[in-house]
């Protein structure tokens, strides 16, 4: 292998890993139009595992922003990141496959204003796959799969006893 050619792994590499930490930051700060930037014409995905939908950039951008009402604080961790390339079509080197573990926390809307606590109340874990796709835009996301592995929900506090 030429320099040149290891030089150009190591960039699509560093592109790639650009395109899942920018999916992460969208998701957490909101910003569905970023979002909708991260993925390729006909781009999909899929949160079924997860309780959620499967279907286009759009639709999933729609049902995330409503449903992440629910959390005003979310922060994703994405992280164990296995980048292959040629992986989705006929060893193409305009393709990607990444595998990646992810721990999840969030906070829950919190009814009652004086209640500043910040430590997360609801956290979830398991494995992304994103299919991404080399464009004259960059790398974009053809595809990307959630498979949740375990959830924890807050613990229900002991009903009072009234005598």
Same mark, same amino acid.
């Given at each position: 292998? $030429?320099?040149? +050619?290891?030089?150009?792994? +190591?960039?699509?590499?560093?592109? +790639?890993?650009?395109?899942?930490?920018?999916?992460? +930051? /969208?998701?957490?700060?909101?910003?569905?139009?970023?979002?909708?930037? &991260?993925?390729?014409?006909?781009?999909?995905?899929?949160? #079924?595992?997860?309780?959620?939908? !499967?279907?286009?950039?759009?639709?999933?951008?729609?049902?995330?922003?409503?449903?992440?009402?629910?959390?005003?604080?979310?922060?994703?961790?994405?992280?164990?990141?296995?980048?292959?390339? *040629?992986?989705?079509?006929?060893?193409?080197?305009? =393709?990607? #496959?990444?595998?990646?573990?992810?721990?999840?926390?969030?906070?829950? $809307?919190?009814?009652?204003?004086?209640?500043?606590?910040? /430590?997360?109340?609801?956290?979830? *874990?398991?494995?992304?796959?994103?299919? &991404?796709? #080399? =464009?004259?835009?960059?790398?974009?996301? =053809?595809?990307?799969?959630? !498979? !949740?592995?375990?959830?924890?929900?807050?613990? #229900?506090?002991?009903?009072?006893?009234?005598?």
């Amino acid at each position: 292998m $030429t320099q040149r +050619v290891e030089l150009a792994i +190591v960039m699509d590499r560093l592109a +790639v890993d650009e395109v899942i930490t920018e999916y992460a +930051v /969208a998701v957490d700060d909101g910003d569905w139009e970023a979002y909708r930037k &991260l993925f390729a014409p006909g781009g999909r995905a899929d949160y #079924r595992s997860a309780g959620g939908i !499967e279907g286009d950039a759009g639709e999933i951008a729609g049902w995330l922003a409503e449903s992440m009402r629910l959390f005003p604080m979310r922060q994703h961790l994405i992280v164990n990141r296995r980048i292959r390339f *040629g992986a989705l079509d006929q060893n193409s080197d305009d =393709t990607a #496959r990444v595998q990646a573990d992810y721990v999840n926390p969030m906070r829950f $809307t919190s009814e009652d204003a004086s209640d500043a606590a910040t /430590a997360p109340d609801f956290v979830c *874990g398991g494995r992304y796959t994103f299919g &991404l796709l #080399r =464009t004259y835009d960059g790398w974009r996301l =053809t595809e990307v799969v959630v !498979e !949740e592995k375990w959830r924890r929900l807050p613990e #229900r506090r002991p009903e009072a006893v009234v005598n």
